[in-house]
Protein backbone atom coordinates (compact mmCIF):
# COMPACT_ATOMS: atom_id res chain seq x y z
CA UNK A 1 0.00 0.00 0.00
CA UNK A 2 2.68 2.29 1.13
CA UNK A 3 4.82 1.53 -2.33
CA UNK A 4 1.85 2.08 -4.15
CA UNK A 5 1.09 5.45 -2.83
CA UNK A 6 4.97 7.22 -2.88
CA UNK A 7 5.21 5.75 -6.41
CA UNK A 8 2.27 7.18 -7.64
CA UNK A 9 3.00 10.65 -5.72
CA UNK A 10 6.23 10.95 -7.11
CA UNK A 11 4.95 10.37 -10.76
CA UNK A 12 2.11 12.20 -10.65
CA UNK A 13 4.67 15.27 -9.83
CA UNK A 14 6.66 14.35 -13.07
CA UNK A 15 3.48 14.26 -15.03
CA UNK A 16 3.01 17.63 -14.31
CA UNK A 17 5.69 17.93 -17.32
CA UNK A 18 2.65 16.36 -18.97
CA UNK A 19 0.69 18.70 -18.33
CA UNK A 20 2.57 21.62 -19.52
CA UNK A 21 2.61 19.35 -22.64
CA UNK A 22 -0.90 19.66 -23.70
CA UNK A 23 -1.43 22.89 -22.02
CA UNK A 24 1.00 24.64 -24.47
CA UNK A 25 0.38 23.11 -27.18
CA UNK A 26 -3.16 23.32 -26.90
CA UNK A 27 -3.46 27.03 -25.71
CA UNK A 28 -2.55 28.59 -28.75
CA UNK A 29 -5.81 27.59 -30.55
CA UNK A 30 -7.51 29.66 -29.13
CA UNK A 31 -5.31 32.60 -28.34
CA UNK A 32 -4.19 32.83 -31.74
CA UNK A 33 -7.51 34.79 -32.35
CA UNK A 34 -6.93 37.41 -30.04
CA UNK A 35 -3.32 37.70 -31.01
CA UNK A 36 -4.13 38.79 -34.63
CA UNK A 37 -5.74 41.91 -33.10
CA UNK A 38 -2.86 43.31 -31.11
CA UNK A 39 -0.97 42.73 -34.28
CA UNK A 40 -2.24 42.63 -37.93
CA UNK A 41 -0.32 39.21 -38.68
CA UNK A 42 0.35 37.50 -42.29
CA UNK A 43 -1.06 33.88 -42.85
CA UNK A 44 2.96 33.00 -42.75
CA UNK A 45 3.53 34.63 -39.48
CA UNK A 46 0.54 33.16 -38.13
CA UNK A 47 1.69 29.90 -39.42
CA UNK A 48 5.07 30.33 -37.87
CA UNK A 49 3.51 31.79 -34.19
CA UNK A 50 1.88 27.99 -34.42
CA UNK A 51 4.38 25.81 -35.67
CA UNK A 52 7.46 27.21 -34.13
CA UNK A 53 6.49 25.26 -30.88
CA UNK A 54 6.80 21.95 -33.18
CA UNK A 55 10.43 23.67 -34.39
CA UNK A 56 11.25 24.20 -30.92
CA UNK A 57 9.92 20.33 -29.84
CA UNK A 58 12.13 19.25 -32.99
CA UNK A 59 15.02 20.56 -31.30
CA UNK A 60 14.62 19.85 -27.83
CA UNK A 61 14.65 16.35 -28.26
CA UNK A 62 17.75 16.26 -31.00
CA UNK A 63 19.84 18.62 -28.00
CA UNK A 64 18.85 16.69 -25.07
CA UNK A 65 18.87 12.92 -25.42
CA UNK A 66 22.77 12.75 -24.93
CA UNK A 67 22.53 15.02 -21.28
CA UNK A 68 19.30 13.28 -19.91
CA UNK A 69 22.16 9.61 -20.12
CA UNK A 70 24.94 11.95 -18.86
CA UNK A 71 23.18 14.66 -16.19
CA UNK A 72 20.69 12.33 -14.76
CA UNK A 73 16.85 12.53 -15.46
CA UNK A 74 16.15 14.18 -12.39
CA UNK A 75 17.88 17.00 -13.47
CA UNK A 76 17.14 17.45 -16.97
CA UNK A 77 13.76 17.73 -15.94
CA UNK A 78 14.27 20.16 -13.55
CA UNK A 79 16.23 22.41 -16.82
CA UNK A 80 13.29 21.81 -18.59
CA UNK A 81 10.71 23.36 -15.75
CA UNK A 82 12.65 26.54 -15.49
CA UNK A 83 12.55 26.20 -19.38
CA UNK A 84 8.42 26.43 -19.45
CA UNK A 85 8.35 28.65 -16.60
CA UNK A 86 10.54 31.60 -18.19
CA UNK A 87 9.31 30.80 -21.80
CA UNK A 88 5.49 31.34 -20.90
CA UNK A 89 6.77 34.64 -18.79
CA UNK A 90 8.18 35.96 -21.78
CA UNK A 91 5.72 35.10 -24.50
CA UNK A 92 2.78 36.76 -21.85
CA UNK A 93 5.65 39.68 -22.02
CA UNK A 94 6.51 39.72 -25.54
CA UNK A 95 6.96 43.19 -27.58
CA UNK A 96 6.58 41.80 -31.07
CA UNK A 97 5.62 38.76 -33.22
CA UNK A 98 9.07 37.97 -33.74
CA UNK A 99 9.58 37.63 -30.05
CA UNK A 100 6.43 36.00 -29.45
CA UNK A 101 7.15 33.15 -32.42
CA UNK A 102 11.19 33.05 -30.81
CA UNK A 103 9.64 32.66 -26.71
CA UNK A 104 7.09 30.11 -28.02
CA UNK A 105 10.27 28.22 -29.99
CA UNK A 106 11.85 27.96 -26.34
CA UNK A 107 8.87 26.51 -24.70
CA UNK A 108 8.69 24.13 -27.61
CA UNK A 109 12.07 23.26 -26.84
CA UNK A 110 10.64 22.27 -23.27
CA UNK A 111 8.13 20.09 -24.58
CA UNK A 112 10.29 18.31 -26.61
CA UNK A 113 12.40 17.77 -23.83
CA UNK A 114 9.58 16.87 -21.16
CA UNK A 115 7.98 14.46 -24.15
CA UNK A 116 9.92 12.15 -23.25
CA UNK A 117 11.63 12.63 -19.68
CA UNK A 118 8.73 12.19 -17.85
CA UNK A 119 7.48 8.74 -19.25
CA UNK A 120 10.98 7.66 -19.15
CA UNK A 121 11.67 9.45 -15.48
CA UNK A 122 8.66 7.23 -15.06
CA UNK A 123 8.96 3.85 -16.45
CA UNK A 124 12.57 3.80 -14.33
CA UNK A 125 10.51 4.52 -10.82
CA UNK A 126 8.23 2.07 -11.56
CA UNK A 127 7.03 -1.20 -10.30
CA UNK A 128 6.77 -4.13 -13.46
CA UNK A 129 3.35 -4.51 -13.08
CA UNK A 130 1.70 -1.37 -12.33
CA UNK A 131 4.37 0.46 -15.10
CA UNK A 132 1.73 1.12 -18.05
CA UNK A 133 -0.58 2.64 -15.54
CA UNK A 134 2.07 4.98 -14.45
CA UNK A 135 3.98 5.97 -17.05
CA UNK A 136 0.33 7.00 -19.13
CA UNK A 137 -0.28 9.07 -16.05
CA UNK A 138 2.13 11.29 -17.89
CA UNK A 139 -0.36 11.11 -20.93
CA UNK A 140 -3.34 11.56 -19.16
CA UNK A 141 -1.71 14.85 -18.01
CA UNK A 142 -1.50 15.74 -21.41
CA UNK A 143 -5.26 15.65 -22.23
CA UNK A 144 -6.16 17.38 -19.32
CA UNK A 145 -3.65 19.97 -20.08
CA UNK A 146 -5.23 20.30 -23.72
CA UNK A 147 -8.87 20.59 -21.94
CA UNK A 148 -7.36 23.24 -19.63
CA UNK A 149 -5.78 25.09 -22.40
CA UNK A 150 -9.30 25.47 -24.52
CA UNK A 151 -11.39 26.33 -21.27
CA UNK A 152 -8.75 29.01 -19.56
CA UNK A 153 -8.70 30.37 -23.73
CA UNK A 154 -12.76 30.49 -23.24
CA UNK A 155 -12.11 32.43 -19.52
CA UNK A 156 -9.75 35.07 -20.92
CA UNK A 157 -11.64 35.54 -24.66
CA UNK A 158 -13.93 38.76 -22.94
CA UNK A 159 -10.58 40.36 -22.28
CA UNK A 160 -8.37 42.87 -23.10
CA UNK A 161 -5.20 41.57 -24.32
CA UNK A 162 -6.53 38.02 -22.98
CA UNK A 163 -4.07 36.35 -24.68
CA UNK A 164 -1.23 37.12 -22.39
CA UNK A 165 -3.16 35.59 -19.72
CA UNK A 166 -3.71 32.51 -21.83
CA UNK A 167 0.12 32.35 -22.38
CA UNK A 168 1.03 33.65 -19.11
CA UNK A 169 -1.15 30.50 -16.89
CA UNK A 170 1.30 28.62 -18.02
CA UNK A 171 3.85 29.68 -14.85
CA UNK A 172 1.88 28.26 -12.68
CA UNK A 173 2.15 24.35 -13.60
CA UNK A 174 5.73 25.32 -14.17
CA UNK A 175 6.80 26.50 -10.48
CA UNK A 176 4.54 23.35 -9.21
CA UNK A 177 6.85 21.03 -11.82
CA UNK A 178 10.26 22.75 -10.56
CA UNK A 179 9.54 22.62 -6.93
CA UNK A 180 8.10 19.37 -7.05
CA UNK A 181 11.25 17.70 -8.82
CA UNK A 182 13.13 19.05 -6.18
CA UNK A 183 11.70 16.49 -3.60
CA UNK A 184 11.62 13.67 -5.72
CA UNK A 185 14.53 11.06 -5.82
CA UNK A 186 16.88 10.46 -9.24
CA UNK A 187 15.40 6.88 -10.73
CA UNK A 188 17.67 3.95 -9.07
CA UNK A 189 18.25 2.65 -12.51
CA UNK A 190 19.95 5.68 -13.72
CA UNK A 191 21.90 5.87 -10.82
CA UNK A 192 22.73 2.07 -10.66
CA UNK A 193 24.48 2.54 -14.06
CA UNK A 194 26.50 5.50 -13.05
CA UNK A 195 28.14 2.87 -9.84
CA UNK A 196 25.82 5.09 -7.22
CA UNK A 197 24.71 2.13 -5.55
CA UNK A 198 24.21 3.81 -2.12
CA UNK A 199 22.11 6.76 -3.55
CA UNK A 200 20.26 3.78 -5.51
CA UNK A 201 19.58 2.31 -2.41
CA UNK A 202 18.27 5.42 -0.62
CA UNK A 203 16.14 6.22 -4.05
CA UNK A 204 14.23 2.52 -3.57
CA UNK A 205 14.23 3.05 -0.13
CA UNK A 206 12.12 5.97 -0.89
CA UNK A 207 10.15 5.18 -3.70
CA UNK A 208 8.96 1.88 -2.20
CA UNK A 209 8.84 2.82 1.58
CA UNK A 210 10.56 0.32 2.21
CA UNK A 211 14.65 -0.32 2.91
CA UNK A 212 14.93 -3.69 2.14
CA UNK A 213 16.06 -3.44 -1.38
CA UNK A 214 18.99 -5.25 -2.23
CA UNK A 215 17.34 -7.88 -4.10
CA UNK A 216 15.80 -4.75 -6.41
CA UNK A 217 19.26 -3.49 -6.88
CA UNK A 218 20.91 -6.54 -8.02
CA UNK A 219 18.15 -7.42 -10.35
CA UNK A 220 18.95 -4.41 -11.71
CA UNK A 221 22.28 -4.43 -11.63
CA UNK A 222 22.21 -8.25 -13.26
CA UNK A 223 19.94 -7.07 -16.27
CA UNK A 224 22.90 -4.15 -16.53
CA UNK A 225 25.71 -6.10 -17.16
CA UNK A 226 26.46 -4.74 -20.93
CA UNK A 227 28.71 -1.82 -20.87
CA UNK A 228 26.89 0.24 -23.53
CA UNK A 229 27.81 4.39 -23.30
CA UNK A 230 25.19 6.85 -24.39
CA UNK A 231 26.57 7.35 -27.81
CA UNK A 232 24.94 7.05 -31.54
CA UNK A 233 27.51 4.26 -32.35
CA UNK A 234 25.55 2.17 -29.89
CA UNK A 235 22.30 3.23 -30.48
CA UNK A 236 22.68 2.03 -34.17
CA UNK A 237 24.31 -1.24 -33.24
CA UNK A 238 22.96 -4.36 -34.77
CA UNK A 239 20.61 -5.54 -32.19
CA UNK A 240 19.37 -1.84 -30.99
CA UNK A 241 18.49 -1.32 -34.78
CA UNK A 242 14.94 -3.50 -34.61
CA UNK A 243 14.42 -1.44 -31.15
CA UNK A 244 14.88 2.03 -32.99
CA UNK A 245 12.57 1.27 -36.40
CA UNK A 246 9.99 0.36 -33.48
CA UNK A 247 10.29 3.68 -31.70
CA UNK A 248 10.45 5.43 -35.35
CA UNK A 249 7.62 3.16 -36.36
CA UNK A 250 5.30 4.00 -33.70
CA UNK A 251 5.98 7.59 -33.62
CA UNK A 252 4.79 7.26 -37.13
CA UNK A 253 1.98 6.09 -37.02
CA UNK A 254 0.77 8.11 -33.52
CA UNK A 255 1.33 11.21 -35.63
CA UNK A 256 0.62 10.15 -39.75
CA UNK A 257 -2.81 8.57 -39.01
CA UNK A 258 -3.93 12.32 -37.98
CA UNK A 259 -4.80 13.36 -34.75
CA UNK A 260 -3.85 16.38 -34.64
CA UNK A 261 -5.87 17.64 -37.55
CA UNK A 262 -8.42 16.99 -34.86
CA UNK A 263 -6.43 18.70 -32.08
CA UNK A 264 -5.59 21.48 -33.85
CA UNK A 265 -7.86 21.87 -36.40
CA UNK A 266 -11.16 20.36 -34.65
CA UNK A 267 -12.98 23.57 -35.00
CA UNK A 268 -12.42 24.09 -38.74
CA UNK A 269 -13.40 20.36 -39.37
CA UNK A 270 -16.96 20.93 -37.48
CA UNK A 271 -17.33 24.76 -39.79
CA UNK A 272 -16.45 22.37 -43.22
CA UNK A 273 -19.68 19.81 -41.95
CA UNK A 274 -21.64 22.53 -41.68
CA UNK A 275 -22.01 24.20 -37.89
CA UNK A 276 -21.93 27.80 -38.61
CA UNK A 277 -21.56 29.51 -35.24
CA UNK A 278 -17.74 29.48 -33.83
CA UNK A 279 -19.12 28.88 -30.17
CA UNK A 280 -20.86 25.47 -31.66
CA UNK A 281 -17.84 24.58 -33.24
CA UNK A 282 -15.57 25.44 -30.07
CA UNK A 283 -18.33 23.80 -27.93
CA UNK A 284 -17.90 20.57 -29.89
CA UNK A 285 -14.03 20.65 -29.75
CA UNK A 286 -14.32 20.72 -25.65
CA UNK A 287 -16.34 17.25 -26.11
CA UNK A 288 -13.72 15.91 -27.88
CA UNK A 289 -10.81 17.28 -25.25
CA UNK A 290 -13.30 15.45 -23.04
CA UNK A 291 -13.88 11.96 -24.41
CA UNK A 292 -9.74 12.17 -24.82
CA UNK A 293 -9.33 12.46 -20.95
CA UNK A 294 -12.20 9.74 -20.21
CA UNK A 295 -10.82 7.37 -22.49
CA UNK A 296 -7.36 7.67 -21.75
CA UNK A 297 -8.26 7.10 -17.66
CA UNK A 298 -10.00 3.80 -19.38
CA UNK A 299 -7.04 2.73 -21.05
CA UNK A 300 -4.95 3.43 -17.68
CA UNK A 301 -7.09 0.82 -16.52
CA UNK A 302 -6.71 -1.39 -18.92
CA UNK A 303 -2.83 -1.29 -19.88
CA UNK A 304 -1.66 -3.35 -17.14
CA UNK A 305 -4.19 -6.08 -17.47
CA UNK A 306 -4.75 -6.94 -20.94
CA UNK A 307 -1.36 -5.62 -22.50
CA UNK A 308 -0.41 -3.09 -25.22
CA UNK A 309 -0.79 -4.50 -28.03
CA UNK A 310 -4.53 -5.69 -27.55
CA UNK A 311 -5.41 -2.29 -26.82
CA UNK A 312 -3.53 -0.99 -29.71
CA UNK A 313 -5.40 -3.53 -32.26
CA UNK A 314 -8.41 -2.10 -30.69
CA UNK A 315 -7.67 1.42 -31.03
CA UNK A 316 -6.66 1.17 -34.37
CA UNK A 317 -9.91 -0.52 -35.86
CA UNK A 318 -11.43 1.95 -34.09
CA UNK A 319 -9.56 5.20 -35.85
CA UNK A 320 -9.81 3.12 -39.13
CA UNK A 321 -13.46 2.64 -38.87
CA UNK A 322 -14.60 6.07 -37.88
CA UNK A 323 -12.17 7.55 -40.46
CA UNK A 324 -13.89 5.53 -43.64
CA UNK A 325 -17.48 6.82 -42.32
CA UNK A 326 -15.97 10.08 -42.11
CA UNK A 327 -14.10 10.50 -45.33
CA UNK A 328 -17.34 8.69 -46.67
CA UNK A 329 -19.61 11.29 -45.41
CA UNK A 330 -17.99 14.03 -46.83
CA UNK A 331 -17.36 12.00 -50.16
CA UNK A 332 -21.01 11.62 -50.38
CA UNK A 333 -21.62 15.52 -50.11
CA UNK A 334 -24.24 15.12 -47.51
CA UNK A 335 -25.31 18.47 -46.30
CA UNK A 336 -26.99 19.93 -43.90
CA UNK A 337 -27.86 17.43 -40.24
CA UNK A 338 -26.51 14.13 -41.04
CA UNK A 339 -22.94 15.54 -42.29
CA UNK A 340 -23.16 17.03 -38.77
CA UNK A 341 -24.41 14.22 -36.62
CA UNK A 342 -21.85 11.80 -38.99
CA UNK A 343 -18.81 14.02 -38.32
CA UNK A 344 -19.26 14.80 -34.76
CA UNK A 345 -19.86 11.18 -34.09
CA UNK A 346 -16.77 9.82 -36.02
CA UNK A 347 -14.37 12.30 -34.51
CA UNK A 348 -15.82 10.92 -31.09
CA UNK A 349 -15.17 7.73 -31.84
CA UNK A 350 -12.14 8.57 -33.46
CA UNK A 351 -10.34 10.21 -30.34
CA UNK A 352 -11.60 7.75 -28.29
CA UNK A 353 -10.01 5.15 -30.10
CA UNK A 354 -6.85 6.50 -30.47
CA UNK A 355 -6.90 7.52 -26.35
CA UNK A 356 -7.54 4.36 -25.55
CA UNK A 357 -4.25 3.16 -27.91
CA UNK A 358 -1.94 5.15 -29.75
CA UNK A 359 -2.12 7.92 -26.86
CA UNK A 360 -0.57 6.23 -23.93
CA UNK A 361 1.01 3.03 -25.76
CA UNK A 362 3.69 4.84 -28.51
CA UNK A 363 5.17 7.06 -25.29
CA UNK A 364 4.72 4.05 -22.74
CA UNK A 365 6.11 1.21 -25.13
CA UNK A 366 9.10 3.57 -26.19
CA UNK A 367 10.25 4.41 -22.49
CA UNK A 368 10.12 0.07 -22.46
CA UNK A 369 12.20 -1.03 -24.85
CA UNK A 370 15.90 0.74 -24.63
CA UNK A 371 18.81 -0.48 -22.38
CA UNK A 372 19.15 2.23 -19.44
CA UNK A 373 22.26 3.41 -20.42
CA UNK A 374 21.18 4.68 -23.44
CA UNK A 375 17.43 4.87 -22.91
CA UNK A 376 17.60 8.87 -23.10
CA UNK A 377 19.38 8.60 -26.19
CA UNK A 378 17.18 6.21 -28.14
CA UNK A 379 13.98 7.85 -26.81
CA UNK A 380 15.31 11.54 -28.21
CA UNK A 381 15.18 9.66 -31.51
CA UNK A 382 11.94 8.52 -31.68
CA UNK A 383 10.75 11.89 -29.93
CA UNK A 384 12.40 14.14 -33.06
CA UNK A 385 10.27 11.73 -35.08
CA UNK A 386 7.14 11.95 -33.27
CA UNK A 387 7.88 15.92 -33.41
CA UNK A 388 9.04 15.90 -37.02
CA UNK A 389 5.91 13.55 -38.52
CA UNK A 390 3.64 16.30 -36.68
CA UNK A 391 5.12 18.90 -38.14
CA UNK A 392 4.50 17.84 -41.17
CA UNK A 393 0.80 16.36 -40.73
CA UNK A 394 0.14 19.78 -39.33
CA UNK A 395 1.50 21.95 -42.32
CA UNK A 396 0.24 19.57 -45.00
CA UNK A 397 -3.24 19.18 -43.83
CA UNK A 398 -5.04 21.86 -45.06
CA UNK A 399 -3.55 22.18 -48.66
CA UNK A 400 -3.95 18.34 -48.64
CA UNK A 401 -7.71 19.38 -48.05
CA UNK A 402 -7.85 21.80 -50.87
CA UNK A 403 -5.87 19.26 -53.44
CA UNK A 404 -7.37 15.69 -52.60
CA UNK A 405 -10.12 16.63 -50.91
CA UNK A 406 -11.39 16.40 -47.44
CA UNK A 407 -13.07 12.59 -47.75
CA UNK A 408 -9.75 11.18 -49.39
CA UNK A 409 -7.19 13.01 -46.81
CA UNK A 410 -9.50 11.26 -44.00
CA UNK A 411 -9.13 7.72 -46.11
CA UNK A 412 -5.19 8.32 -46.53
CA UNK A 413 -5.02 8.38 -42.70
CA UNK A 414 -7.21 5.28 -42.40
CA UNK A 415 -4.59 3.58 -44.68
CA UNK A 416 -2.03 4.40 -42.73
CA UNK A 417 -4.13 2.75 -39.94
CA UNK A 418 -4.27 -0.57 -42.19
CA UNK A 419 -0.40 -0.44 -42.38
CA UNK A 420 -0.19 0.25 -38.36
CA UNK A 421 -1.88 -2.86 -38.03
CA UNK A 422 0.34 -4.71 -39.46
CA UNK A 423 3.21 -3.17 -38.54
CA UNK A 424 2.26 -3.20 -34.69
CA UNK A 425 1.60 -7.34 -34.75
CA UNK A 426 4.82 -8.24 -36.40
CA UNK A 427 7.60 -5.63 -35.34
CA UNK A 428 6.05 -4.68 -31.52
CA UNK A 429 6.97 -6.58 -28.67
CA UNK A 430 4.55 -7.25 -25.91
CA UNK A 431 6.09 -5.74 -22.91
CA UNK A 432 2.96 -6.15 -19.56
CA UNK A 433 4.58 -7.51 -16.87
CA UNK A 434 8.13 -7.55 -18.01
CA UNK A 435 10.98 -6.34 -16.37
CA UNK A 436 13.12 -3.55 -18.47
CA UNK A 437 15.87 -5.54 -18.05
CA UNK A 438 14.12 -8.48 -19.41
CA UNK A 439 12.55 -7.12 -21.99
CA UNK A 440 16.06 -5.43 -23.01
CA UNK A 441 17.75 -8.87 -23.27
CA UNK A 442 14.95 -10.31 -25.08
CA UNK A 443 16.24 -7.88 -27.81
CA UNK A 444 19.70 -9.40 -27.33
CA UNK A 445 18.64 -12.87 -27.82
CA UNK A 446 16.61 -11.97 -30.50
CA UNK A 447 20.29 -10.64 -32.15
CA UNK A 448 22.08 -13.85 -31.46
CA UNK A 449 19.56 -16.11 -33.19
CA UNK A 450 19.58 -13.75 -36.18
C1 LIG B 1 0.50 13.03 -28.89
C2 LIG B 1 0.15 14.44 -29.27
C3 LIG B 1 -1.35 14.62 -29.21
C4 LIG B 1 -1.91 14.18 -27.88
C5 LIG B 1 -3.41 14.19 -27.89
C6 LIG B 1 -0.07 12.71 -27.53
O1 LIG B 1 0.25 11.40 -27.18
O2 LIG B 1 1.90 12.85 -28.90
O3 LIG B 1 0.67 14.73 -30.54
O4 LIG B 1 -1.69 15.97 -29.43
O5 LIG B 1 -1.49 12.87 -27.56
O6 LIG B 1 -3.97 13.69 -26.72
Same mark, same amino acid.
Request: net charge positive; hydrophobic share 50%; proline share 3%.
Given at each position: ????????????????????????? %???????????????????????????????????? $???? &??????????? !???????????????????????????????????????????? #??? *?????????????? &??? +?????????? =???????????????????????? =??????? =?? $?????????????????? *???? /??????????????????????????? /???????? /???????????????????????? #??????? =?? %??????? +??????????????????????????????????????? !?????????????? %??????????? +??????????? $???????????? *?????????????????????? &????????????????? +????????????????????? $????????? *??????????????
Amino acid at each position: MQQTSSVRLISAIAAVGGLLFGYDT %GVISGALLFIKETWTLSAFEQGWIVSSVLVGAILGA $VFSG &NLTDRLGRKRI !ILLTAMAFFAGSLATALARSPLELMLYRGLIGFAIGIASYTVPL #YIS *EIAPDDKRGALVSL &NQL +AITVGIVLSY =LIDGAFAQIEHGWRYMMGVGVVPA =LLLAAGM =LF $VPETPRWLISRSRTDQAK *EALC /RIYGNCDVNGEIEKIRGGMLHEEQSSF /RELTAGWM /RPALLVGIGLMFIQQATGINTIIY #YAPTIFQ =LS %GFESEVS +AISATVGIGIINVLMTIVSIRLLDRLGRKPLLYIGLWGM !IISLLVLGGAFFSG %GSGGMLKIVSV +ASLLVYVAAFA $VSLGPICWLVIS *EIYPTQIRGLAMSVATLANWSF &NLIVALTFLPLIEFLGT +AYTFWGFALVGFWALWFCRVK $VPETKGRSL *EEIENSWRQANKSR
